[in-house]
């Protein structure tokens, strides 16, 4: 009986497998290198809402504290979106009539709750609780970035695991007085480290617990 594979179909055979194998390594390394990427993650990319709220204007050239907007961010575990009540506090009687507020007058008059759209966001496997980090002296900027700067919201931060346990490890690289939490100009001293690591015990920061799973994954 004649020989059915040519005598190379052995040596083909390894190359396909061998071929097989790299283009699966580098199809994960490529999909590894997006899913990371600030393309993905929407990483310095301005989200228009549906009013063209400047936080430049309000929080940086009017100096409005986050509180008066995020009312439950140092009490609650989520940072809320203002009622519209709240907006209207000001613009009932400050540009009533700017074709820029309509969204806002119809939601006041509807009582339907205006659509903000999401900017920071973490995995729904993630547990973020707002109101430990505000109390422990973690400032707004740290994770928002110059917020009071921007015309429009971007988010300055990956959010990925690394870069939370990169804090979580090191506290007192980052904790600052909790006066100057939502002080968006704030400036650390040279000795960042010294008056952090008397902050980290101050606050009663357990760093050992920090880095326990369960602190993010419930």
């Given amino acids: 009986m004649g020989q059915i594979f040519p005598r190379n179909a052995n040596l083909l055979m390894r190359l396909s497998i061998f071929a097989g ?3 699966a390594v580098e199809l994960t390394l490529i999909l590894g290198v997006y899913f990371r990427s600030n393309y993905f993650r929407q990483i310095n990319v301005a989200i228009e809402q549906p009013v063209p709220y400047s ?3 309000h929080a940086g050239v009017l100096g409005i504290d986050c509180r008066y907007c995020h009312i439950s961010v140092d ?10 009540e709240v907006c209207m506090t000001c613009h ?3 540009k009533s009539n700017s074709p820029k507020l309509a969204v806002v007058r119809e939601s006041y008059a509807t009582g339907k709750p205006v659509e ?5 966001r973490v995995p729904d496997f993630v547990y973020f609780n707002h109101s ?24 300055t931060q990956p959010l990925y695991m690394g870069w939370c346990l990169n804090c979580h490890r090191n506290p007192e690289k980052y904790i600052r007085p909790r006066d100057q939490v939502f002080n968006m100009d704030y400036v650390q001293p040279a000795n960042q480290l ?11 920061v357990n760093k050992a617990q920090l880095t326990n799973c369960s602190i993010c994954h419930r």
């Fill in 132 to 155: 430990i980090h505000i109390n422990k002296g973690i400032g707004c900027s740290n994770c928002h970035g110059q917020i009071n700067t921007m015309a429009v919201v971007w988010q």
């Fill in 75 to 84: 009490k609650s575990s989520f940072a809320n979106l203002p009622a519209t």
């Fill in 92 to 94: 009932s009687q400050i």
């Fill in 55 to 57: 936080h430049q204007l």
């Fill in 21 to 23: 194998l790299l283009l």
């Fill in 116 to 120: 903000w759209l999401r900017v920071h």
């Fill in 194 to 204: 010294q008056v952090g690591a008397d902050l980290v015990k101050q606050y009663g």
